[in-house]
């Protein structure tokens, strides 16, 4: 079935360092979407990627979406504390009685001050 | 802030207890899920509904079941609880289409001794 891999697992970076995440898929999405978990918190919803080679930002987080749109990556630039937690990506996967999201399993920022 | 609760937060319960986790929403939303999550871990989901009377299995086989007898309502149910039973449970709803994001409550964290 489809799987949504996200690499690395972990990332530490000292305050002021850039950092990026990735998201593959083993087949094409129709969308993408990412999430972030603070610690101790719950997932909440960042953006959602459409079109093939579609970029977007959020003030120093900026989302791609792969030509293929079987890939994505978000990238932080120039960290800060408050950047800490797991961030996820999701695609649809299509069963029988509707879709559903499958998440990737995360890639845990801590950040040293 | 999305409005989707779910209580208690935090449940500490003794082996072979039966254990309701309430789940509530009043955004309407059809979609309803239930994720187990370890901290720091991936989201397995283990539950889903896409409406009234509708529910499914999701990809991590899990011994609790669930109901889906009210659009906002969608508890989950542990008939006996066990300490391999011992995580975050954190619930989810979504609008009808697969590019709906989906909207977390703060999850239920039990503990089974």
């Known amino acids: 079935g489809q799987q949504v891999m996200q690499i690395p697992q972990y990332q530490h970076v000292q305050e002021g360092e850039d950092f990026t995440t990735y998201c593959n898929s083993s087949t094409t999405l129709s969308n993408i979407q990412w999430y972030k978990q603070r610690p101790g918190g719950h997932p909440v919803f960042l953006i959602q990627l459409v079109k093939s080679g579609e970029v977007k930002k959020q003030k120093r987080l900026t989302f791609q979406f792969g030509e293929a749109k079987k890939n994505s990556s978000l990238h932080i630039t120039a960290t800060q504390t408050t950047d800490v937690g797991t961030y996820f990506c999701?695609?649809?996967?299509?069963?029988?009685?509707?879709?559903?999201?499958?998440f990737g399993e995360g890639t845990q920022l801590t950040v040293n001050p | 802030e999305a409005d989707i609760y779910q209580t208690p937060r935090y449940l500490v319960i003794g082996t072979g207890k039966k254990i309701t986790l309430e789940c509530s929403q009043t955004?309407?939303?059809?979609?309803m899920y239930w994720y187990q999550q370890d901290p720091g871990m991936e989201l397995h989901l283990i539950h889903y509904s896409y409406g009234v009377n509708s529910t499914e299995k999701g990809d991590l086989s899990s011994e609790s079941t669930v109901s889906r007898i009210r659009t906002e309502h969608f508890p989950l149910t542990l008939e006996s609880a066990r300490p391999s039973h011992t995580s975050q449970y954190l619930c989810?709803?979504?609008?009808?289409?697969?590019?709906?994001?989906?909207?977390f409550g703060p999850g239920t964290r039990l503990t089974v001794l």
């Open positions: 955004m309407g939303h059809d979609k």
């Open positions: 999701a695609g649809p996967r299509w069963k029988t009685s509707g879709s559903r999201l499958t």
């Open positions: 989810a709803s979504s609008l009808p289409r697969d590019s709906n994001e989906q909207f």
